[in-house]
């Protein structure tokens, strides 16, 4: 078995995130779309003559006993939306300012194994999709807490590799999962094409977007002065480039300008964005993206 991405204690303060969990989305188990169609549930729809074949535990006695003919109760189907979530595998997450430093691709395993916790305590079923410039193979994470195991093992086996394609990805997502759903990205967000094109492309085929962008440190403010050469960590090319406090200035501001841009992309779908360094501890951009809603996650910790 792998080694458990979460201790004991975070998960027992995970299980008290299932209520909040349950109302943050619209689109989760018992939310606010409600189904047209009868069936099994927890509200009272109507009645209907009783058929042959029909469930007799449905079966309105009291009315029976009445009026000596068999009702069946019908009741508002409760919907499961998709629950999908995306982890960038790419080589640009598994950089980090130093060997004592988690890396960006490690802190979404970790922050992905705690959203599936909790979604698992809810009973609810998440899909694990892992991507860099292609989907890579699923994970149907199902069953409540106790199957949190496979979980675990599943994330610990990934491995940072190959560079994104944000356009091809969301082509591949969207011939693959007609069915639209809630869908959770954690990434960087670097890419050398567009990104924001094929986020939105996303939400055109219905789906409701929470973006979680991590960074390290120094991907938002560089602490390098003087001539250094940068290296692509998904291509390998170097660019050399003279930095000064000034230098430095602009591209912060350029940084917090695209992350900007993302938190409009997904509220102004009706999603949500959170962005983290990963610096901070991991119950922290835990339970700061999961209490909060809306424009509550504006640039979370962009300032800090």
């Known amino acids: ?48 003559h009783f058929h042959h074949g029909d469930d007799l535990r449905a079966v309105n006695w009291r009315a029976y006993m009445r009026l000596e003919k068999l009702f069946l109760k019908m009741f508002q189907v409760e919907p499961r939306t998709p629950i999908r979530l995306l982890i960038d595998c790419s080589l640009s997450m598994a950089a980090a300012p130093s060997a004592s430093d988690i890396s960006k691709f490690d802190f979404a395993r970790r922050l992905s194994a705690a959203l599936t916790y909790v979604g698992l305590v809810r009973h609810d079923s998440l899909l694990l999709q892992p991507f860099h410039e292609r989907l890579d193979d699923t994970f149907l994470a199902s069953g409540g807490r106790h199957r949190f195991g496979p979980v675990n093992d599943f994330l610990a086996s990934l491995q940072p590799s190959g560079r994104t394609n944000y356009l091809h990805i969301a082509r591949q997502f969207i011939s693959t999962y007609s069915k639209p759903g809630l869908l959770i990205v954690i990434s960087d967000f ?77 509220l102004r779908s009706g999603g949500r964005y959170a962005g983290f360094a990963t610096s901070i501890p991991l119950d922290e951009a835990i339970f700061q993206a999961l209490n909060q809603t809306g424009a509550d996650l504006q640039r979370a910790t962009r300032s800090a």
């Not at 979460?6 to 989305?25: A, G, M, P, Y």
């Not at 492309?201 to 002065?225: C, H, I, K």
Request: charged content about 25%.
């Open 1 to 48: 078995m792998a080694t458990p991405l979460l201790d004991r204690q975070l998960l027992e303060r995970l299980e008290r995130l299932t209520i909040r969990w349950h109302k943050s989305f619209r689109g989760l188990v018992g939310g606010h779309n409600t189904s047209r169609f009868s069936g099994p549930g927890q509200e009272f729809l109507d009645h209907r």
């Open 190 to 266: 670097l890419d050398d094409s567009d990104v924001l094109k094929p986020l939105q492309y996303l939400t055109d085929f219905g789906n409701e977007l929470m973006l979680v962008q991590l960074w390290s440190d120094s991907d938002r403010a560089p602490s390098l002065a003087g001539e250094v050469t940068l290296t692509d960590a998904e291509t390998g090319s170097a660019l050399e480039i003279s930095l000064d406090p000034e230098a430095c200035r602009a591209y912060t501001a350029a940084f917090d300008h695209y992350s900007g841009k993302l938190e409009d992309l997904a």
